[in-house]
């Protein structure tokens, strides 16, 4: 392995120059795997298992995540010897972050330096609006270009009316209809990443390691069945993995999430909810709540379940300001 494995780990020349310099029997390498601890990184040297940056939450800022590209040093031992350490962590071009779960001012990061999110969702059930919107919210706000996929085409009869149906919920967003199963809309999913870093989000049982494993071309993830009731899954997927797509491109794939947290994520409820934004912005009343206030131009502007998904997503963000520290303020937007 050479600079060509790191070039298909997503290594460009801009990352290198700004790239720290790098010690004696030391290399840069990329977090494929993340456990509490330990981090498994891949570059020119193969793949080695290693101590994080200090020891802590998964995911927590200030750790290593999946997708990070990091500086190793002391190379040249056994795989796990204590002399082989991540001594620095490269800055992020972006980062998909969600409120760590039962900590209200806890950041979890769950994939670093991505330029796609498929946000991943089954036409075995009818995807549920509030759920795609608050997934792209998370995606927007890591600086990612979000795109909706729609999986199982192949066991809805009108798939394809389907995705006119969420895509018209939608603000400018692309939604791609596809089925692992038959191959349909695979090579349109293919050509919006290809040769770009991408996160499969999504619930479980939306399909997503089946979604992978189509895209990379092999049985690499595990998938399992779902429930009838519901459409939902188990974890298949037990941490998120960073997998090289031959042809060109980097899939992470993440474990299906119940609990989608917003953390910090302004920006990303700005862009998907820009229209109610906008009017919220023109509104007559400084300290309108967007309710009852007569003549307020929000709500004569928009339907009112896309107004109620909007206040519910913007009180939770208003909710984690207000638990956090002024120094935490400060610091909370530290994984950018």
Same mark, same amino acid.
């Given at each position: 392995?050479? *600079? ?15 790239? @720290? ?9 990329? =977090? ?28 927590? !800022?200030?750790? =290593? ?29 972006? &980062?998909?972050?969600? +409120? ?11 994939? &670093? ?18 759920? !795609?919107?608050?997934? /792209?919210? $998370? ?14 085409? *192949? ?21 791609? $209809? &596809? ?7 695979? #090579?349109?999913?293919?050509?919006? =990443?290809?040769? +770009?870093?991408?996160?499969? /989000? ?40 960073? %997998? ?5 491109? !980097?899939? %992470?794939?993440? @474990?299906? %999430?119940?609990? =989608? ?22 509104? +007559? ?35 984690? *300001? #207000? ?14």
């Amino acid at each position: 392995m050479g *600079d060509e494995a790191l070039t298909r780990l997503g290594w460009t020349p801009a990352r290198a120059a700004a790239a @720290p310099p790098v010690p004696d029997r030391g290399a840069v390498g990329r =977090v494929e795997r993340v456990d509490r601890g330990w981090c498994r990184v891949a570059g020119a040297f193969g793949s080695v298992h290693v101590r994080t940056l200090r020891e802590g939450a998964v995911g927590a !800022v200030g750790e =290593v995540a999946v997708g990070d590209w990091v500086v190793l040093s002391g190379l040249g031992g056994d795989e796990g010897s204590p002399t082989v350490a991540v001594a620095a962590v490269l800055e992020r071009t972006t &980062a998909l972050v969600r +409120r760590a779960t039962g900590r209200v001012t806890a950041p979890q990061v769950l994939a &670093a330096n991505i330029d796609v999110v498929l946000v991943v969702h089954g036409l075995h059930v009818e995807p549920h609006l509030g759920l !795609v919107e608050r997934e /792209l919210v $998370v995606a927007h706000d890591a600086g990612a270009e979000p795109v909706v996929v729609l999986t199982k085409a *192949d066991v809805n009869a009108d798939a394809p009316a389907a995705g006119r149906a969420l895509a018209a919920e939608l603000l400018d967003v692309n939604v791609l $209809v &596809a089925s692992a199963t038959t191959g349909e809309g695979l #090579d349109t999913v293919r050509a919006a =990443v290809r040769d +770009r870093t991408f996160v499969l /989000l999504g619930p479980s049982g939306a399909g997503k390691s089946t979604l992978a494993n189509a895209l990379l071309g092999s049985a690499s993830q595990r998938i399992g069945a779902v429930r009838e009731g519901d459409g939902q899954g188990r974890h298949t997927t037990s941490a998120s993995q960073l %997998i090289v797509v031959p042809g060109g491109g !980097v899939c %992470i794939d993440t @474990p299906g %999430i119940r609990e =989608v947290g917003l953390f910090g994520a302004d920006d990303g409820l700005a862009a998907v909810f820009a229209d109610v934004e906008a009017l919220a912005e023109a509104c +007559r009343f400084d300290d309108c709540a967007h309710t009852v206030e007569p003549g307020c131009a929000v709500q004569g502007g928009v339907e009112p379940g896309r107004l109620a998904r909007w206040r519910a997503l913007r009180a939770e963000l208003d909710e984690v *300001d #207000d638990a956090l520290t002024a120094a935490e303020r400060r610091s909370r937007r530290r994984h950018r």
